[in-house]
């Protein structure tokens, strides 16, 4: 099926250390969003965006909508033990309300 | 806390047997999707529900349905299983017109 880019795949970092993914695309989407993933659980939503080159902060996350529209990022500061997780981003395609695509994740682990 | 619960938690069924998958939407919010995630992969988009009418499919086969009832509960019918429809289900609902879907706990489906 189809999916975004989403890098890096994994990263192994200290507690206190600031984190950068991001996700990109062939395509132009409409939307992004940030989901949180623990081990047997849902995704929980973070952060969405709805406009090119918008900058909206969740407490310690940051995110980032693309000026071309094809991609987004996402930073957190100065990790804590409980950022550890899976992190994806997911977007919506123009006309396809509802259906999101999403990248294949980032797990995130951090060393106290 | 996402409002949004699904049952059961944990499924194993044998190869050709059908299951049914239960979604309790979060309140005030009259669409559901589903999504299919395997095991190191981001959720795959199956299909969507909105007044109680399918309006959205991804790249799935007729034998993955669903139902949506008059208090915006759902269900996925999965027939003639499959071993690699083992995987992690999960159900998102949120109000029409808002991008923001909010995940259920998802169900382990195993197929034996």
């Known amino acids: 099926g189809q999916q975004l880019n989403q890098s890096p795949q994994s990263m192994f970092i200290q507690e206190g250390e600031d984190v950068s993914m991001n996700c990109t695309s062939s395509?132009?989407?409409?939307?992004w969003l940030w989901y949180k993933q623990d081990p047997g659980e849902g995704p929980v939503l973070l952060i969405a965006?709805?406009?090119?080159?918008e900058l909206t902060s969740n407490g310690r996350l940051t995110a980032q909508f693309g000026i071309t529209r094809k991609d987004s990022f996402l930073n957190i500061s100065a990790s804590i033990p409980s950022d550890v997780g899976i992190y994806f981003c997911?977007?919506?395609?123009?006309?396809?309300?509802?259906?999101?695509?999403f990248g294949q994740g980032t797990e995130l682990s951090v060393k106290p | 806390e996402t409002g949004v619960t699904q049952s059961p938690t944990h499924l194993i069924k044998t190869r050709g047997q059908q299951v049914t998958l239960r979604c309790s939407s979060q309140?005030?919010?009259?669409?559901v999707s589903w999504y299919q995630q395997a095991l190191g992969q981001g959720p795959q988009f199956i299909f969507q529900?909105?007044?109680?009418?399918?309006?959205g499919r991804g790249n799935f086969p007729p034998r993955f349905s669903g139902l949506q009832f008059p208090n915006y509960s759902s269900e996925l019918n999965v027939n003639a299983l499959e071993l690699d429809d083992s995987a992690l289900y999960l159900c998102?609902?949120?109000?029409?017109?808002?991008?923001?879907?909010?995940f259920g706990q998802g169900t382990r489906l195993t197929v034996v």
């Open positions: 998102a609902s949120r109000y029409r017109g808002n991008t923001e879907a909010f």
């Open positions: 395509s132009i989407f409409n939307t």
């Open positions: 965006l709805y406009k090119a080159g």
């Open positions: 997911a977007g919506q395609l123009y006309n396809q309300g509802g259906k999101l695509i």
């Open positions: 309140s005030g919010h009259n669409t």
């Open positions: 529900y909105y007044r109680e009418e399918e309006n």
